[in-house]
C-alpha cells in the first residue's frame, strides 16, 4: 500500500482511533486473543473496510475475527513436516527435512513458502 492509498490508509486509522473504535492497546482476555477470537474494534474495522479487508492474513476468519491461532487447535491446516524416524542415525531422531503446507508442498528450505492471505486471493512468497 503506498501512495494515495497508504496515506488513505493511515488516516483511516487514525480517524478510527479518534472515534474511539477501538484502542491502540485494547484490553481483551488471553483466550480470546488467541484462540476464540475478537471480532470488534479494530479487527472488525479492518475485516468490513474495502482497502484491507481481502488483504488480512489467515488469523483473520469470518466466524470469529483474529485470533492469533485461528485455525491451529486440533488440526495441521496447513502444515506437513518430514520427519527422521532416526532408524539410520539416532542423532537425526525427530529432525524436521521438509516442511510445507501439505504433501505435495514439502521443500527442504523456506525459500519458495508462500503465504496468503484470509481471502486467498492475494498469494506471495515469504522471502
Known amino acids: 500500500m503506498g501512495g494515495y492509498g497508504g496515506m488513505g490508509g493511515l488516516i483511516k486509522v487514525e480517524k478510527m482511533l479518534e472515534d474511539e473504535t ?22 472488525e474495522w479492518m475485516m468490513g473496510d474495502p482497502l484491507t479487508s481481502d488483504r488480512l492474513p489467515p488469523v483473520f476468519r469470518p466466524e470469529n475475527g483474529f485470533a492469533l491461532f485461528n485455525g491451529k487447535q486440533d488440526t ?13 542415525d539416532w542423532e537425526q531422531h525427530t529432525v524436521i527435512t521438509k516442511w510445507g503446507k501439505d504433501s505435495q508442498s514439502l521443500s527442504e528450505d523456506l525459500s519458495k513458502a508462500e503465504t496468503c492471505t484470509w481471502t486467498g486471493k492475494y498469494c506471495q512468497k515469504w522471502w
Not at 495441521?76 to 539410520?88: A, H, I, K
Open 22 to 43: 477501538d484502542e491502540l492497546f485494547a484490553l481483551t482476555t488471553v483466550g480470546d486473543f488467541l484462540f476464540r477470537g475478537i471480532d470488534t474494534g479494530a479487527a
Open 76 to 88: 495441521s491446516e496447513n502444515e506437513c513436516y518430514q520427519v527422521e524416524t532416526g532408524q539410520e
